[in-house]
């Protein structure tokens, strides 16, 4: 049993359609990269992941560590250890980062009626903000996200997911708005909160670029395109698809369409592939 | 009657009634008879109904004022425990006054304080004991004829705190009032004056509280508050009536030359409460900040209407209110801004933010200006949003409740207020009532 398996998932916003059958399958202990060109649904799968009541799931389904992930509320799935850095967060005027980590790290670890310790949750605080240099510890004084810079917004969501301490983490093009610098010193801190985890750890890393995963080492690569994963392949696909860019899969990719809506069966062809479920 | 020691009985809005009052107090015969012009005032005036322009929002056909006490003396016995624990939950203080009822039953002022000239004291204690400093400033900034409402109170007053802070004397500690009724079908009116004199400052926390009963209580008091030249006064009143209680109540400033006040309005309880703030920059260079923190649920209803009036050049007035409605509950904000002629270089600012938690809440905001001179800074704004959806999946992304997320948004929304009013004590207590009300 895999610990997240996503199966032909389908998704729409309003009407549009926007996930047409996604499969994608993680493990604790796996880093997994996604790219994809812009609009083809990869931030739509990670908000769905996460119970964002934005999306309608239409269709397929979610199994992570075996329960339906579809049918809990948001903060249950955050509970049981899923996570996703997202690539917009939005700010919350008048709350501090300091109290929101704490009701969060508190919920994450348990703690039912009271709040996790002052004096624990400082402790903690202190030893992550240790791990990840490039963040400025006043930020935990500051309101959650208000008035912070691109790149101050990806950290922020970092220091979250060094906080809770994740068994899945999805993160959605953080190296985005981060200076050259800054994705390596992140990527460092995310692999070693990864090797800390020994193996209770799983990452799916969403990118347009190969940079970041040369500190961050994924064992699979998928592509999604138009609402489908339609690519795997080994860490070389990052390389390949930066050099190539999207142009090369589109042109397979509109070939296979075509032959599937005419055979309607499953074809291959060069490395795209597309899975009718 | 006797028994209870009444010394008038329900439904008597009576001339005899005022004279039972007076009579009660040993008044000097200038109060007896500034009672009883007000009564006529009172006698004469009609009740507001929902046609008249300031009484729109606001529906008082249920308030049965003729069915309640003017009067009631404070209950034997210890504390209840409600009041003693806000009592205590505002820590230190350098004074503290306490009424139950229409009666004050405690009153308590630091040595040194006292020493150095403060006078606190109820209101009928100061009119025996300083009786120039009262009939110098008893209602000389609300006139008994303002409404029906002020003409009642000027004609039945009772309790109250008086405050007088000697020119150049600073308070460190805050001075404490509590307000309490104990007794369905009671009305009060408690009186307060507070002067601060030339160079003085001080702060002020006045509390409104009162048990649940199942019948209805009133309160109508009026808080005048007179700062003279360079002064500076904090001034907090914090209401939690339980829910029977009504009320209509006015708070006016009068700030002289340079003098500042910082206030700040708090109304957490009521079933129905009608509020007008007001502050009266007289003299240059004078500033009124006016914050206000309202939070409603149930079926409560607020209508709170506020007045930046700049009758002199120089003057600065910045109003925050910030309200908050649950379940069926209703807030209305009403806010003039009105600048005399010749107030130039005056900066006026006002902004009222609403948040609705329920489809059944209402927040009605209307900003007015009168603005009569031409060289000023002036701006309002106010903005009314519902919870936001987003926001609420990003904290429970982060394993939040749905519940404990709204508690933190909320909290969110009342925080810069909190920033604004660097009175620890009070902040916390607000805490603890804003996390009430969620629960409720
Ligand atoms: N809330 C929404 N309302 C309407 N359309 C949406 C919404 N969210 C996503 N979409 C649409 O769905 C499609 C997929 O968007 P998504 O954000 O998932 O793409 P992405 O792969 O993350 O792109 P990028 O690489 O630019 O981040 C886009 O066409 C987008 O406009
Ligand atoms: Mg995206």
Redesign the interface.
């Known amino acids: 049993m895999a610990d997240l398996e996503i199966k032909d998932l389908t998704v729409q916003v309003e009407d549009k359609v926007i996930l047409k059958g996604a499969n994608l399958t993680l493990n604790k202990g796996e880093i997994h990269a996604l790219m994809g060109p812009n609009g083809s649904g990869k931030s739509t799968l990670a908000n769905v992941l ?5 999306y309608q799931v239409v269709k397929g389904g979610i199994l992570y560590k075996g329960e339906d992930l579809l049918a809990m ?3 249950a ?3 049981k250890g899923l996570f ?1 850095a ?1 690539q917009y ?2 700010s ?4 501090t980062m300091s ?2 980590l704490r ?2 790290v508190s ?2 670890r348990g703690y039912e009626k009271e709040l996790i310790p002052v004096g624990e949750f400082q402790k903690l605080l202190k030893q992550k903000l240790a791990e990840l240099p490039i963040i400025e510890p006043t930020i935990v004084g500051r ?2 996200n208000e008035g912070f810079s691109g790149g101050e917004k990806k950290r922020a969501e970092i220091l ?1 997911m060094a906080m ?1 301490e994740p068994e899945i983490a999805i993160m959605d093009e953080t190296d985005s708005g981060l200076d050259i610098d800054s994705v390596k010193i992140v990527a460092e801190g995310i692999t070693r909160m990864y090797e800390r985890a020994n193996g209770n750890m799983g990452i799916l890393v969403i990118t347009h670029y190969s940079r970041i995963l040369h500190y961050i080492k994924p064992s699979n690569v998928h592509v999604m395109f138009d609402g489908r994963i339609v690519v795997s392949g080994g860490p070389e696909l990052a390389e390949e698809l930066e050099a190539a860019g999207y142009e090369g899969i589109r042109s397979q990719f509109e070939v296979i369409a075509a032959e599937v809506q005419h055979e309607g069966a499953v074809k291959r062809a060069g490395k795209v592939f597309w899975v009718e479920h | 009657m006797a028994e209870t020691g009444q010394i008038v009985e329900a439904g008597q809005l009576t001339r005899r009634a005022v004279e039972a009052i007076s009579e009660r107090h040993g008044e000097p015969r200038w109060m007896r008879e500034f009672r009883l012009d007000a009564f006529e005032a009172f006698e004469r005036l009609p009740w507001p109904t929902t046609r008249d322009e300031k009484w729109r929002r606001t529906d008082l056909s249920g308030l049965k004022v003729d069915e309640l006490t003017p009067f009631a003396e404070a209950p034997a016995g210890p504390l209840p425990a409600g009041l003693r624990m806000t009592v205590d939950a505002f820590g230190a203080h350098s004074g503290l006054l306490v009424q139950r009822n229409s009666v004050a039953v405690h009153a308590d002022l630091d040595g040194q304080v006292r020493e150095r000239g403060v006078v606190l004291a109820d209101m009928h204690q100061a009119l025996r004991e300083q009786p120039d400093l009262v009939r110098e400033h008893f209602m000389r900034y609300v006139r008994p004829e303002k409404s029906k409402f002020s003409a009642l109170h000027a004609a039945f007053w009772t309790g109250g705190t008086f405050l007088y802070v000697p020119p150049h004397v600073e308070v460190a500690l805050p001075l404490q009032s509590y307000t309490w009724i104990d007794s369905e079908r009671v009305s009060i009116f408690p009186h307060t004056i507070i002067v601060a004199g030339e160079g003085s400052k001080v702060t002020v926390i006045d509390g409104f509280g009162s048990l649940t009963a199942e019948y209805q209580a009133f309160a109508d008091p009026i808080v005048e508050l007179a700062l003279h030249e360079g002064a500076q006064v904090r001034y907090v009143t914090m209401q939690d009536w339980g829910r029977n209680v009504w009320e209509v109540g006015i708070i006016r400033s009068a700030l002289a030359r340079d003098a500042t006040l910082n206030s700040l309005l708090v109304g957490l309880g009521g079933k129905l409460v009608k509020a007008d703030v007001e502050s009266v920059l007289q003299g240059p260079g004078a500033s009124s900040e006016m914050l206000g923190l309202v939070f409603g649920d149930g079926r409560q209803h607020y209508d709170i209407q506020t007045l930046q009036e700049h009758a002199a050049p120089h003057t600065t007035s910045d109003l925050l209110y910030k309200n908050a409605v649950k379940d069926r509950a209703t807030s209305v904000f009403i806010g003039m801004i009105r600048v005399h002629p010749g107030a130039q270089k005056t900066n006026a600012f006002q902004v009222n933010r609403n948040l609705i938690l329920s489809d059944g809440a209402k927040a009605i905001s209307d900003p007015k200006l009168e603005i009569m001179a031409n060289d000023l800074r002036c701006t309002h704004g106010s903005a009314t949003s519902r919870l ?4 609420l ?10 519940a ?2 709204v508690r ?2 909320v ?6 207020l909190f920033e604004r009013v660097p009175l620890e004590r009070v902040g916390a207590q607000l805490h603890v009532a804003v996390a009430a009300k969620m629960t409720e």
Not at chain 1, 50 to 54: E, R
Not at chain 1, 92 to 95: A, D, E, K, L
Not at chain 2, 393 to 402: A, P
Not at chain 2, 411 to 416: D, I, Q, V
């Open positions: 996460m119970g964002n009541p934005f509320a948001p903060d799935r955050a509970r996703i997202f967060p939005v919350i005027p008048g709350v109290s929101f009701t969060a919920a994450r309101y959650v979250q809770l | 936001n959806e987003e926001h999946f990003y904290l429970m992304s982060r394993g939040l409740t749905r404990e997320a933190m948004v909290e969110g929304f009342f925080a810069e």
